[in-house]
């Protein structure tokens, strides 16, 4: 979306170029000839009209006229940049860039020629030459906003490319163990790839010291990790066994209830998700963060079947998932800073859906870390009405009534 808003920024700023051109032709009339402005004149008209195609062959019929015609090498710049807005391709591209370079060398500080220019190259995924134009416009002119997104949007794509990389090509440190491989349910529909696939991801997760200890305990306790339809939602949930005492094997005489069984369901929908190659790396980081998820939720079910959900155990299952998954992808834990990120993040999801009305604290990062999960900086997120607070304070979430102690 942010791209979309940045490039029709752009387009408004060609066609104001456009308009202020027919002034510039007329004022210059000593330098051009009166046919070569003319006929660059009836460009500029089709160019306002949208007239691209046409505009087009009036500019290079200017061109041929008068070669040194500098507003016609800079609106054919233009125009075929907005033919490759619509789908004209790599060439239109190229000519955009070969016309914006030809327009730059006749004015070497006209910032406007320079987005273009930027833009084309943004357009062919070439980021070292666009980041080398935005860093230009900013010499020229530091407050250009374009330009300071598309840097930002630069630094993205290329942070994206190294971790799509790395997730592309991870190494298997240590397979699973075959038991843990038969705990792997898929539900009535779903396709046996996914079970291979679901191979692959445990044992990615049984690598990092943090991720076995976890699966171990589901491995113990026999929890079934079905895979369910991309619709359904992922989640660990406790199902309560009724036990009954009959009287001669007929007549009921007591009963109770327990918590003993755990079972994990992920959609399949995440599986294609984190092997997706089109889709960001975040989001494939993301992906394999649900597993180790709804993984921590079953394994505090099984070491604490009393407990009750909370706030705190699901930003705390977030940032096991999170530091797990991204331990596994790039080799280290999440820094400080991006813990504070995640976390803030979480809360902020968490207010915004069913998950509000959850207590807050259930001794949840204490418990866990007695069990040999690492959690770096817990610190940060062990604050949460501090986060709340942030959150409020920033608009990013209305007052929650279960919060209301914390907002005085």
Same mark, same amino acid.
């Given at each position: ?5 940045? /490039? ?43 007239? %691209? ?31 490759? %807005? ?44 666009a980041s080398e134009i935005y860093k230009k ?39 699973? $163990? ?22 692959? #991801? ?21 929890? $079934? ?18 036990? /009954? ?5 007929? *007549? $009921? ?6 918590n003993s069984s755990v079972s994990v369901n ?5 599986? &294609? ?41 699901? *930003? ?18 999440? &820094?400080?800073?991006? #813990? ?12 915004? &859906?069913?998950?509000?009305?959850? $207590? ?7 418990? #866990? ?40």
């Amino acid at each position: 979306m942010k791209k979309i808003l940045i /490039t029709s920024l752009i387009f408004i700023i060609y066609l104001y170029i456009a308009q202020c051109s027919f002034v510039l032709a007329q004022s210059t009339s000593v330098k051009y000839s009166n046919i070569a402005i003319q006929t660059y004149n009836s460009g500029v008209a089709l160019h306002k009209e949208g007239k %691209y195609e046409l505009a087009e062959q009036k500019y290079n019929q200017t061109l041929k006229l008068q070669p040194d015609f500098i507003e016609a090498k800079k609106n054919l710049a233009m125009v075929y940049q907005n033919l490759a %807005y619509q789908c004209y391709g790599k060439e239109a591209y190229d000519k955009s860039i070969s016309y914006a370079k030809e327009s730059i060398s006749f004015q070497p500080e006209n910032v406007n020629v320079y987005n273009i220019l930027g833009q084309s190259y943004l357009a062919l995924n070439n980021y070292e030459k666009a980041s080398e134009i935005y860093k230009k416009i900013l010499s020229l002119n530091p407050n250009d906003s374009v330009a300071l997104q598309n840097l930002k949007y630069i630094d993205f794509k290329r942070s994206d490319k190294l971790l799509n990389e790395s997730i592309n090509n991870l190494k298997i440190a240590h397979t699973a $163990p075959e038991e843990l491989y038969r705990l792997i349910t898929p539900q009535s529909g779903v396709d046996y790839i996914y079970v291979e696939k679901m191979k692959v #991801i445990l044992d990615l997760i049984w690598s990092e010291s943090s991720g076995k200890i976890l699966l171990s305990a589901l491995l113990k306790n026999h929890t $079934p990790i079905n895979i369910t339809n991309g619709y359904a939602k992922a989640n660990a949930f406790r199902t309560k066994q009724t036990h /009954t005492f009959y009287l001669y094997w007929v *007549i $009921p005489i007591a009963s109770f209830t327990t918590n003993s069984s755990v079972s994990v369901n992920i959609p399949f929908s995440h599986i &294609d998700n984190f092997n997706n190659t089109n889709i960001y790396a975040l989001q494939r980081i993301y992906n394999l963060q649900v597993f180790i998820h709804e993984f921590g939720h079953a394994f505090i079910g099984i070491k604490n079947p009393k407990d009750v959900n909370s706030i705190e155990e699901e *930003i705390g299952v977030s940032m096991i998932g999170y530091n797990i998954a991204n331990k596994i992808i790039t080799d280290k834990y999440l &820094d400080s800073a991006e #813990i504070e990120k995640y976390s803030i993040a979480c809360l902020e999801g968490l207010l915004l &859906d069913e998950h509000k009305d959850l $207590p807050i604290y259930s001794g949840f990062n204490k418990k #866990i870390q007695k069990y040999g999960i690492l959690m770096p900086y817990p610190e940060i997120y062990s604050n949460i009405p501090l986060m709340y607070k942030k959150l409020l304070a920033e608009k990013k979430v209305n007052p929650t009534p279960s919060f209301n102690a914390y907002l005085k």
